[in-house]
């Protein structure tokens, strides 16, 4: 009798459990789907005042963008991904959807854009990329294609981030995927832009 009523208990806390990973996850999807509806909201609305697109991407750049607005969509062609991503990279934030980095570039300006996201989430096959690979971006600024020039694994906690002058992108994720708890290290991508004239 008490064995079967353990059992019960087991059981309960076990439902309970997948119940709480599901209402995560699928307030995770939601917020997704509404930065996607932003996104494309604001793609509409870009297109109408295409002609202002110079100096409202110039103010974009300068200014601090709110935590969770999207600004940027971004596509991998080689593993089928289509995100958009949202600004900030707080659990909240990342459980949506890919996040950029604070303080980092906008994808296409001048420095280092820095966009992350889960490897059991949204960059569940960033690892088959590899180099020479396509990345497209869009933002304020416009369309960008990306080839992907770094590859490489760094520690948990290690730098692994930097600045530079030029456009570039950089994509991280833990790593491996396959790990079960907190991951040991990162992976990390970089890009740089393909010139208008070598496409």
Known sequence: ?????????CYAVGAALL????????????KGDAARAAWDAAQAHRAVLATRRAARAAAVDRAALPIGVPVAQLRIPKIGLDEVVIEGVGSEQLNAAPGHLPGSALPGAPGNAVISAHRDRHFHRLGAVALGDTIITVTARGRVMWTVIGRRLVARGAPALFATIDATLTLTTCWPMR???PAPERLIVTARPIPASSR
């Open 19 to 30: 119940l709480d990973v599901g209402v995560t996850y699928g307030r995770g999807v939601l």
């Open 179 to 181: 790990y079960i708890g």
């Open 1 to 9: 009798m008490r064995a079967r009523a353990l059992g019960l208990v």
